[in-house]
């Protein structure tokens, strides 16, 4: 199934209300209102399979702010979610699609727009055209469709975005979804920088792609990545401190002293091993006993209220545990033994936990013997006097890595205390992200009940992909834009090999867009009084040079491309020197610092035309090809000449190599 046109009716701001976008290559589609009749027309320089063998697709939306681009992938968004989910919209739409096997054509129209008509001319074409009202019988056609959003800036419309598509990767979407999740279980209170929340689940996914793709090794693309994680102790004072609080306003009235004990337990704890710790090994069985107690004890993360009695038993059999380990001075173990004792308490713990918390006490203890047995390993991988793990991604470290995420995301269910990073610039750190969750949109079902700040849905054989990049080259150098279509191409056809995907982006880069074919540029400008107009075919944009593509496709072509500042900078001098010149008056003129804004141009031909007015007025002859000027031409031309002899020697290698598989002898 692949999207081929949208009308809008109403939806969003008038400036946006009776627009129609052709989102493909293969077809020309028009909705006249007026008449109420469709057109849609095969497009006869379509070529199959131009972006590879699953990618039946790609398109590019460009435009001025305000023109309408997040408009139309809200609206686009909507639909499809309304087209699942069986909901009536409100507002008025059609929408065209392909089936991609049978190359019929559907056309969705909502329930307050009339039925539109058919143009009759289509008939010689062969294009077989259904119509349907959206209601709960036909919307099944687009069960197999799974839509992605990704956009790399932080904004409040995709924070609290209300569009159920199958997954938002936008960053305002994570955030939202994973505080979401945070709530469900109870443990917003907890864990309440939503921001923090973000950066520390989308690791564990970063994670399993970084070791997945690397040791499979079945992609092949070259986009930059991290050859090292960094494991170090989170600071959990403010949970603690949070749960001291939460126990005291909770049982302050007790004559039991509950939150008293509570407390006691926690900085019996902080004696045991310090607030700061001696070693990574040290920090983490703390968070482990520390987190098997705050899952066990905190009211907050279990719905159902405990009786007091209940929670009694619970802290008298943890500080029991408590007491012992400070009696038998856990510093001065070795770390295996370290672990094994501490191991063993919790194991008897386990047999004094009612059925219902004793896996959290087992999950605590099974951590801990995992840890013993790989003691060797994390002193090896230990950084900055053992406090923090260096850790090579490489087949080597695999089986530790999977081991230690497996374990800890058990241990961490409500209270993460670890924390990942891989030294990356922003940009590297989004593009790796991207490519994670392209990823686990077909691996996350694989993970259902393992990890829970996942998407429920997951890509299957035989569904077709609608990816949406939004902005897609924010935080991304030139020539990482410049690589960014083929990385994503090539990660698609490799990845999703047993599904259809259809690529839409919005940009507003000219490297970029010299990747899309003229028909597949869809072009938003404002005209006069502030409406939206929409443009097809406006230039030839595929493998045109960026200046061209950036005038005219940007229109940019009465603005100029040079900066604001600058070109009044340049206008203030020039008018200054014409009405000297025209005047012969100096007096008003700071001739001096006149000069030297003229030296800071870049540009040769309208700095020579300004020093050349400039001399005028101060009465001194301009010289432009003076001794040093000649010098760097010289030497401009000779580091051409070397080029260009560069470029003979490799064209003269290419026609030899040539003329040999061909078997033409010289």
Not at 30 to 47: G, H, M
Not at 199 to 215: A, P, T, W
Not at 323 to 334: G, I, P, S, Y
Not at 408 to 425: C, E, G, H, T
Request: glycine share 4%.
């Amino acid at each position: 199934m692949k999207l081929l046109y949208i009308w809008n009716g109403d939806y969003g701001k008038s400036d946006f209300h009776n627009l129609g976008y052709n989102l493909s290559s293969k077809y020309t589609v028009e909705y006249f209102k007026d008449k109420n009749e469709i057109s849609v027309k095969k497009n006869k320089d379509y070529i199959s399979e131009f972006w590879g063998d699953n990618i039946t697709d790609c398109f590019a939306v460009v435009g001025e702010n305000g023109s309408g681009k997040t408009m139309l992938m809200n609206l686009l968004m909507n639909i499809t979610k309304d087209m699942k989910n069986e909901i009536v919209p409100v507002y008025k739409y059609i929408v065209v699609f392909e089936d991609d096997d049978s190359e019929d054509i559907y056309v969705y129209y909502s329930l307050n727009q009339k039925k539109p008509k058919v143009d009759q001319s289509m008939e010689s074409d062969n294009i077989s055209i259904t119509r349907f009202c959206i209601d709960e019988k036909k919307v099944k056609l687009t069960e197999k469709l799974k839509t992605a959003y990704f956009h790399n800036m932080l904004n409040r419309a995709d924070y609290r975005r209300n569009i159920s598509i199958d997954f938002d990767y936008s960053i305002g979407g994570k955030i939202s979804f994973y505080s979401y999740e945070e709530r469900n279980r109870h443990t917003a209170g907890i864990t309440s920088d939503e921001v923090l929340c973000y950066f520390k689940h989308g690791d564990f996914n970063v994670i399993e792609f970084l070791y997945n793709y690397i040791n499979l090794n079945t992609l092949n693309i070259q986009f930059p990545m991290p050859d090292t994680i960094y494991i170090s102790i989170d600071d959990e004072s403010f949970n603690t401190k949070y749960l001291i609080e939460e126990f005291t306003k909770r049982w302050e009235n007790n004559q039991d002293d509950f939150a008293e004990k509570v407390k006691y337990f926690f900085e019996t704890l902080n004696k045991i091993f310090g607030t700061v710790y001696c070693s990574w090994l040290d920090g983490t069985i703390k968070q482990v006993i520390m987190n098997c107690f705050k899952t066990v004890m905190f009211p907050g993360y279990v719905p159902k209220k405990r009786r007091l009695t209940e929670y009694l038993s619970y802290i008298k059999v943890f500080n029991e545990m408590i007491l012992e380990l400070q009696e038998f001075n856990l510093q001065n173990m070795k770390p295996k033994e370290k672990c094994s004792f501490a191991a063993d308490k919790l194991s008897k713990l386990e047999k004094k936990i009612n059925s219902g918390n004793a896996d959290i006490v087992k999950n605590a203890a099974e951590f801990l013997n995992w840890l013993e047995k790989n003691t060797d390993e994390i002193k090896q991988f230990g950084i900055r006097n053992e406090r923090c793990l260096e850790i090579k991604i490489n087949n080597a470290t695999e089986k530790f890595m999977k081991g230690l995420i497996d374990h800890y995301i058990k241990n961490s269910f409500a209270f993460p205390f670890y924390n990942f990073s891989f030294n990356l610039s922003t940009g590297e750190s989004l593009l790796l992200k991207l490519f994670t969750d392209l990823y686990h949109m077909k691996r996350s079902n694989k993970k259902a009940g393992r990890y829970f700040y996942t998407y429920s849905n997951s890509v299957n054989d035989g569904d077709n992909i609608l990816l949406i990049f939004d902005e897609a080259e924010l935080s991304m150098h030139p020539r990482w834009q410049r690589e960014y279509l083929k990385w994503i191409l090539d990660f698609c056809n490799s990845f999703f090999d047993k599904q259809q995907v259809q690529i839409i982006v919005t940009t507003h880069s000219p490297i970029l867009l010299s990747d899309f074919p003229s028909k597949n540029v869809l072009y938003l400008a404002k005209d006069r009084i502030g409406r939206t107009i929409v443009k097809y075919d406006y230039m030839k944009t595929f493998g045109n040079n960026i200046h061209t593509i950036y005038l005219n496709s940007f229109f940019l072509e009465e603005q100029g491309v040079i900066g604001a500042f600058a070109e009044k900078k340049i206008n203030d001098i020039a008018d200054k020197l014409f009405d000297c010149r025209k005047n012969r008056r100096q007096s008003n003129l700071n001739l001096p610092q006149i000069e030297k804004e003229i030296e800071l141009i870049g540009e040769g031909v309208v700095k020579d035309k300004l020093l050349e007015l400039y001399h005028q007025c101060s009465g001194r002859r301009h010289i432009n090809n003076d001794h040093a000027q000649q010098e760097m031409m010289n030497e401009t031309l000779n580091e051409m000449v070397d080029q260009l002899k560069e470029q003979k020697k490799q064209l003269e290698m290419m026609i030899h190599t040539l003329e040999n598989e061909a078997g033409i002898q010289e």
